[in-house]
């Protein structure tokens, strides 16, 4: 699952790197389906990988740059382990099956981080306490001020951040392996098809999205 260079040319791609290539063809059917959702994944676990190392490159003094790197590796890590329609989703259980237990409770505690703190407000990760300050009794009024006290916690600890790379590494090298092993799947039968009709096939095209489609399933 090496990464090819294109181009865009006219409405569909160059694959640079194959001076012999006399067409791209479009894959379709729930193989092809899985190759493109495994394929998608990888870019977000890749995201995750950016993600991390840049919070290391980033001074601890520059605090919401490092929290929003944060939140977004969680985020897409835990994306792919959602309930979308859209594509399939990574089982956790399977992926970690052959590590410690200690894997699927880091995995919980991120997926509950992202779904009740990050993404939802629902737990006590995030807290604002009304209180009212109260004066000595000295004035013709006893309230100074109705204040909130916000406290976020802060979870990009050591610990955290070595947990969240592990187990993005992990599904990593598993969607890997998955797509490569779909790829010689498709390879095996497409080599035992006709040439002429290989080149019948559609063409790979790309359409931009419109703005439209932002809240419609691809």
Known sequence: MDPIPFSQVAGGFH??????????????????????DL????????FVAECLDA????????????????????????????????RF?????????????????????FRDLRNKHFVHDENSYAQSIPAAVLNKGDKAYKIEKIVCINHIADVLGQENWANL?????????????????LADLLTRELEAEPYDSLMQRATVEYRVPSVDEMSKRR
């Open 15 to 36: 694959i640079e790197g194959f001076p012999d290539a006399a067409k791209l063809l479009r894959l379709d059917g729930p193989k092809a389906k899985r190759l493109s």
């Open 39 to 46: 394929c998608l994944h990888k870019s977000d676990l890749d």
């Open 55 to 86: 919070i290391n490159q980033t001074p601890v003094s520059n605090a919401v740059v490092r929290a929003a790197l944060w939140r977004g590796a969680v985020i897409h890590f835990v994306k792919c382990f959602g309930d979308s329609k859209a």
């Open 89 to 109: 989703q990574l089982d956790a259980e399977r992926i970690y099956k052959d590590r410690p237990p200690e894997a699927m409770l880091a995995f919980r505690f």
């Open 165 to 181: 790379k592990r187990l993005s590494e992990t599904a990593h090298n598993w969607v890997v392996a998955e797509f490569d092993a």
